[in-house]
């Protein structure tokens, strides 16, 4: 911040500049930025390197820029007037406080509130200051009033509900004026009470509660009268009414707000009483769909208002009660609203159009007049959703239109499946998450059915669903995130009801939901997202193949291997990251030691140590992230010291305190899952103590005794933050050990005794996790150097020290960026040592030993994969890697950045091109014929 406000960066500092920000605002601002300063600014973004560097991008090459949860500035686009001012909004997951930022004045208090999925211009906000240019950063995962946009009228109401995962319309809160216009705009990741929307009725109570990511009950701040019942709403993705809980008075409108990370209520149910087992069937997290009101087409409006996550209502349908069969098709999916029928028979209508956004980009005002136009429509390349439905329908799509299909998380060219025209030029361009038909690709042999299965987060063939004509070519490509119906594939069964199961982010044994004849082995695997144990399958190790089917989650099994029980050590190791699973080892139990250390990073439990207790050193090395409880030790309460340190799931909070003092009990220890948290014993016993409570949060570590006591200190305050389990009774009584030290890491960890016991090897060394990068020794013995420090966060930053004793330097401030921690500074100027060397990766997996020994060979460069890759598979290989190749290696980030700059760079450094969030040039890379521009 200093070198932005004193506008004296230099290349060192800028370079550190964050993921999911890269703003190098004083560049912006001055219009002095350079080449040097432009190549670090997108991640999640595929930069137009070329037009960069030669500063001749045009209207076609600036279609691209769209950030990941970002929603162009389509004026700009569409003018062909974007200035500097339109650039503005390149920033992803910023969190600037800019009044701070810009008067200097940012102090302790106001810095801590720097969280990610914020990024509030507030003075503007208040003083109703802002400026088309204030205004054109906000929106991230948001909805942008295009209207306001395009015709320069925006106010501060419309501009109001920018932000991240926040969007308050402040002024309304503030003067209690909102209204229906300003209150549809409200909710991502919500589900907005529709029926204060249908009646109009909503008040200032209702309308306080929209937000997930973000709860603050505004009012209250304001005011400065919040009290213990507004604190309560406060969490992220969380909304647990305590009060109810604690005095256990809750009632149904208390109960409304129990709902699941990104929230479905059946509010119309809720409110008249009048749920059935249809409405009921929409109750899971990330899973909503009303099948059996879809497959019987019985639905009704109460049933309707639950299908969404990621909020995709057709608003106009519900409130006029006019939604039929084919805008209904549109509902369930996650991360997916297609409305295929609409799409094939060129019918869709108003009410079907309503419903293409996914984390809400509703072109409102063209939706409600019926005046959308090919420009508005242009805007409908939502973050998961990039269709560019009028130059689908009229296959009237041009280069420039075409250049905005490669959306994150969806990048169908539909008009090229539908028309059956699809070439291999139109094709390459298909996945982000990767999943591309790759023997089609290279044998140029692909068909309409291999295209047909090409987007992630998004791969339903609905005319082939619809028409019940699906085969097993069209089936075979259904989702990353997902959980194939293995059986299936491999026999050539799978019919209707096994393929009801495809969604991504879901695993519904639909049979079981529409026969009602679900049993404890089939509901074991309802769970949410991030998690899908079957535990009592597991735990009486009498799971079956039924109940097996349901297990991954982020997986795409080593087919060939799992199924020819071919695997060997060496294909095992390279399992992927969200994959990994041993599908035959399940199938046979006869998984080894072997197969089981793969298991899954956001599952890989390793089930038979789990169950046998027999887990050593070895097999727990592996226990992952998103999930890592050691289920023996639950189950017989034998959990010790060295169960104990796995841990550090992410997006969880330990027990901290029942682990400090060695207390935690079965009801304590309830509490494990990622993205479910709930303490359910002590709820229903009302016996929840202190120490239960501190595991509530989810995405949160609020200390709610704090809350609840009203007692939270500055020190209580200092672990707020969303991704973040600081230990925070060790924290405040200084008292902070060894033992407590170990469950810091986020998205890590650690092998921890290898560290501290220097005697890592190579077995050790495989596990070192994504999204790790802790110096722990440094940690425990205080020795920590400017080297070491720079390694501190992921998803955290906080250099609690610095914080505390307000004594941060430029040293402790280099370890800021979230998804970031390279040691710029090292690479530039080549003086790297072994301890900077240990802070490279996030989203990584480094094998620590190979770089510190310079030993590494292609074997343990097979575990390079770093989390939605970023390999130099050339270089490892032939070891012929240079400090050029090197640069490469951040992951959502992976410019070869000196043969950018150069010219210089090889098929070798192209390779590596191919980043997450990113279009590989496949065809530039086979036939060896890239140019700059490719």
């Known amino acids: 911040m200093t070198a932005y406000i004193d506008n004296t960066y230099t290349k060192e500092t800028c370079l550190n500049y964050n993921i999911h920000k890269t703003e190098i605002m004083t560049a912006y601002i001055d219009n002095t930025y350079t080449k040097e300063t432009c190549l670090n600014y997108n991640i999640h973004k595929t930069e137009i390197m070329t037009a960069y560097i030669d500063n001749t991008y045009t209207k076609e090459t600036c279609l691209n820029y769209n950030n990941i949860h970002k929603t162009e500035i389509m004026t700009a686009y569409i003018d062909n007037t974007y200035t500097k001012e339109t650039c503005l909004n390149d920033n992803i997951h910023k969190t600037e406080i800019i009044t701070a930022c810009i008067d200097n004045t940012y102090t302790k208090e106001t810095y801590l509130n720097y969280n990610i999925h914020k990024t509030e211009i507030m003075t503007a906000y208040i003083d109703n200051t802002y400026t088309k240019e204030t205004c054109l950063n906000y929106n991230i995962h948001k909805t942008e009033i295009m209207t306001a946009y395009i015709d320069n009228t925006y106010t501060k109401e419309t501009c109001l509900n920018y932000n991240i995962h926040k969007t308050e319309i402040m002024t309304a809160y503030i003067d209690n004026t909102y209204m229906k216009e300003t209150c549809l705009n409200y909710n991502i990741h919500k589900t907005e009470i529709m029926t204060a929307y249908i009646d109009n009725t909503y008040t200032k109570e209702t309308c306080l509660n929209y937000n997930i990511h973000k709860t603050e009950i505004m009012t209250a701040y304001i005011d400065n009268t919040y009290m213990k019942d507004t604190c309560l709403n406060y969490n992220i993705r969380k909304t647990d009414i305590m009060t109810a809980y604690i005095d256990n008075t809750y009632t149904k409108e208390t109960c409304l707000n129990y709902n699941n990370i990104h929230k479905t209520e059946i509010m119309t149910a809720y409110i008249d009483n009048t749920y059935t087992k249809e409405t009921c069937l929409n109750y899971n997290k990330n899973k909503t769909e009303n099948m059996?009101?879809?497959?019987?087409?019985?639905?009704?409006?109460?049933?309707?208002?639950?299908?969404?996550?990621?909020?995709?209502?057709?608003?106009?349908?519900?409130?006029?009660?006019?939604?039929?069969?084919?805008?209904?098709?549109?509902?369930?999916?996650?991360?997916?609203?297609?409305?295929?029928?609409?799409?094939?028979d060129n019918t869709y209508t108003k009410e079907t159009c309503l419903n293409y956004n996914i984390h809400k980009t509703e072109i409102m005002t063209a939706c409600i007049?019926?005046?959308?136009?090919?420009?508005?429509?242009?805007?409908?390349?939502n973050i998961h959703k990039t269709e560019i439905m009028t130059a689908y329908i009229e296959n009237t799509y041009t280069k420039e239109t075409c250049l905005n299909y490669n959306n994150i998380h969806k990048t169908e060219i539909m008009t090229a499946c539908i028309n059956n025209t699809y070439t291999k030029e139109?094709?390459?361009?298909?996945?982000?998450?990767?999943?591309?038909?790759?023997?089609?690709?290279?044998?140029?042999?692909?068909?309409?059915?291999?295209?047909?299965?090409?987007?992630?987060?998004?791969?339903?063939?609905?005319?082939?669903?619809?028409?019940?004509?699906?085969?097993?070519e069209t089936c075979l490509n259904y989702n990353i995130h997902k959980t194939e119906i293995m059986t299936a594939y491999i026999d050539n069964t799978y019919m209707k009801e096994t393929c009801l199961n495809y969604n991504i982010h879901k695993t519904e044994i639909m049979t079981a939901y529409i026969d009602n004849t679900y049993t404890k082995e089939t509901c074991l695997n309802y769970n949410n997202i991030h998690k899908t144990e079957i535990m009592t399958a597991c735990i009486d190790n009498t799971y079956t193949k039924e109940t097996c089917l349901n297990y991954n989650i982020h997986k795409t099994e080593i087919m060939t291997a799992c199924i020819d029980n071919t695997y060997t050590k060496e294909t095992c190791l390279n399992y992927n990251i969200h994959k990994t699973e041993i599908m035959?080892?399940?199938?046979?139990?006869?998984?080894?030691?072997?197969?089981?250390?793969?298991?899954?990073?956001?599952?890989?439990?390793?089930?038979?140590?789990?169950?046998?207790?027999?887990?050593?050193?070895?097999?727990?090395?592996?226990?992952?992230?998103?999930?890592?409880?050691?289920?023996?030790?639950?189950?017989?309460?034998?959990?010790?010291?060295?169960?104990?340190?796995?841990?550090?799931n992410i997006h969880k909070t330990e027990n901290m305190t029942a682990c400090i003092d060695n207390t935690y009990t079965k009801e304590t220890c309830l509490n494990y899952n990622i993205h479910k948290t709930e303490i359910m014993t002590a709820y229903k016993d009302n016996t929840y103590t202190k120490e239960t409570c501190l595991n509530y949060n989810i995405h949160k570590?609020?200390?709610?005794?704090?809350?609840?006591?009203?007692?939270?200190?500055?020190?209580?305050?200092?672990?707020?933050?969303?991704?973040?389990?600081?230990?925070?009774?060790?924290?405040?009584?200084?008292?902070?050990?060894?033992?407590?030290?170990?469950?810091?890491?986020?998205?890590?960890?650690?092998?921890?005794?290898?560290?501290?016991?220097?005697?890592?090897?190579?077995?050790?060394?495989?596990?070192?996790?994504?999204?790790?990068?802790?110096?722990?020794?440094?940690?425990?013995?205080?020795?920590?150097?400017?080297?070491?420090c720079l390694n501190y966060n992921i998803h955290k930053t906080d250099i609690m020290t610095a914080y505390i004793d307000n004594t941060y330097t430029k040293e402790t401030c280099l370890n800021y960026n979230i998804h970031k921690t390279e040691i710029m500074t090292a690479c530039i100027d080549n003086t790297y040592t072994k301890e900077t060397c240990l802070n490279y990766n996030i989203h990584k997996t480094e094998i620590m030993t190979a770089y510190i020994d310079n030993t590494y060979t292609k074997e343990t460069c097979l575990n390079y994969n770093n989390i939605h890759k970023t390999e130099i598979m050339t270089a490892y290989i032939d070891n012929t890697y240079t400090k050029e190749t090197c640069l490469n290696y951040?992951?959502?980030?992976?410019?070869?950045?000196?043969?950018?700059?150069?010219?210089?760079?090889?098929?070798?450094?192209?390779?590596?091109?191919?980043?997450?969030?990113?279009?590989?040039?496949?065809t530039a890379c086979i036939d060896n014929t890239y140019t700059k521009e490719t």
């Open 426 to 472: 139109t094709c390459l361009n298909y996945n982000i998450h990767k999943t591309e038909i790759m023997t089609a690709f290279i044998d140029d042999t692909y068909t309409k059915e291999t295209c047909l299965n090409y987007n992630i987060h998004k791969t339903e063939i609905m005319t082939a669903y619809i028409d019940k004509t699906y085969t097993k």
């Open 701 to 788: 570590t609020e200390i709610m005794t704090a809350y609840i006591g009203n007692t939270y200190t500055k020190e209580t305050c200092l672990n707020y933050n969303i991704h973040k389990t600081e230990i925070m009774t060790a924290f405040i009584d200084n008292t902070y050990m060894k033992e407590t030290c170990l469950n810091y890491n986020k998205h890590k960890t650690e092998i921890m005794t290898a560290y501290i016991d220097n005697t890592y090897t190579k077995e050790t060394c495989l596990n070192y996790n994504i999204h790790k990068t802790e110096i722990m020794t440094a940690y425990i013995d205080n020795t920590y150097t400017k080297e070491s």
């Open 890 to 922: 951040n992951i959502h980030k992976t410019e070869i950045m000196t043969a950018c700059i150069d010219n210089t760079y090889t098929r070798e450094t192209c390779l590596n091109y191919n980043n997450i969030h990113k279009t590989e040039i496949m």
């Open 584 to 648: 035959t080892a399940y199938i046979d139990n006869t998984y080894t030691k072997e197969t089981c250390l793969n298991y899954n990073i956001h599952k890989t439990e390793i089930m038979t140590a789990y169950i046998d207790n027999t887990y050593m050193k070895e097999t727990c090395l592996n226990y992952n992230i998103h999930k890592t409880e050691i289920m023996t030790a639950y189950i017989d309460n034998t959990y010790t010291k060295e169960t104990c340190l796995n841990y550090n």
């Open 292 to 344: 059996t009101a879809c497959i019987d087409n019985t639905y009704t409006k109460e049933t309707c208002l639950n299908y969404n996550i990621h909020k995709t209502e057709i608003m106009t349908a519900y409130i006029d009660n006019t939604y039929t069969k084919e805008s209904c098709l549109n509902y369930n999916n996650i991360h997916k609203t297609e409305i295929m029928t609409a799409c094939i």
């Open 369 to 381: 007049d019926n005046t959308y136009t090919k420009e508005t429509c242009l805007n409908y390349n």
